[in-house]
């Protein structure tokens, strides 16, 4: 998906905050929560996230979804990750 129609579909969905995030390479964030919803759209490079006992790689131009307080982890690739987040208020 490119970062347009993105765009018009997290304002249909009610995602009103949106972010660009940037992480380091080889980085990495432990266990943890967000007080909101979070959908992203990877615009470079590369994360991991573990949730619920499942691993899954996102790369350019995937989207993941979190809900609001999923426990998950997450790590960078080599290259770092630079993604664009929605993030809804539950």
Same mark, same amino acid.
């Given at each position: =998906? %490119?970062? $347009?129609?993105?765009?018009? &579909? *997290?304002?249909?969905? !009610?995602?009103?905050? *949106?972010?660009? @995030?940037?992480?380091?390479?080889n /980085? &990495?964030?432990? =266990? #943890?929560?967000h007080?909101?919803?979070?959908?992203? *759209?990877?615009?470079? /490079?590369?994360? &991991?996230? *573990?949730? %619920?006992?499942?691993?899954r790689?996102? +790369?350019?131009? &995937?989207?993941? #979804?979190?809900?609001? +307080?999923?426990? $998950?982890?997450?790590?960078? !690739?080599?290259?770092?990750?630079?993604?664009? @987040?929605?993030?809804?208020?539950?």
């Amino acid at each position: =998906m %490119d970062r $347009h129609a993105f765009v018009e &579909s *997290l304002a249909k969905e !009610g995602f009103s905050e *949106l972010v660009t @995030v940037e992480r380091e390479p080889n /980085g &990495s964030l432990d =266990m #943890h929560t967000h007080p909101f919803e979070a959908k992203a *759209l990877i615009l470079d /490079g590369e994360i &991991s996230i *573990l949730s %619920d006992g499942t691993e899954r790689v996102y +790369g350019t131009g &995937s989207i993941f #979804h979190l809900q609001a +307080g999923q426990p $998950h982890t997450e790590r960078y !690739g080599p290259g770092g990750v630079r993604y664009l @987040v929605g993030r809804r208020q539950e």
